[in-house]
């Protein structure tokens, strides 16, 4: 991989054992980080994230990157976030059948409890 000017934007768990998701910019790494041991490994990527989530392309999300993500627990869910906007997708992982389920739209819209807090103007984690 080529030497890089950035740094890892967000990250999220899969639903997958040790599995977890590293975006930067507009690519993503799927990494199996072997807790404990020395046998961590790329399962999938380097990438462009529209390669990797084809529901994605033409979005902000596919064509910008991913400021900030987290996963839901005990699903192939996350929520992704970038600039002032977010969506809920179906990530599917090791396919490229992902889906949006919910957005794309503002985090007020999506989060209404952030609405003026200033974390409705964009999240970066």
């Known amino acids: 991989m080529a030497a890089r000017e950035s740094w890892i934007d967000s990250a999220f768990r899969s639903s997958r054992v040790n599995e977890v998701y590293f975006f930067m910019k507009n690519e993503y790494v799927l990494v ?74 503002t985090i007020a819209q999506m989060f209404p409890c952030l609405k003026n807090s200033g974390f409705d103007k964009g999240l970066d984690a």
Request: glycine share 12%.
């Open 32 to 105: 199996n980080y072997a807790p404990c041991t020395t046998k961590d490994y790329v399962v999938n990527g380097p990438l462009p994230i529209s390669s990797g989530y084809p529901s994605l392309a033409g979005t902000v999300f596919g064509d910008v990157g991913i400021d900030c993500a987290f996963g839901c627990p005990g699903t192939n869910r996350a929520f992704i976030f970038s600039g002032d906007l977010c969506a809920k997708i179906d990530y599917a992982p090791h396919t490229t059948n992902d889906r949006i389920i919910q957005g794309p739209m």
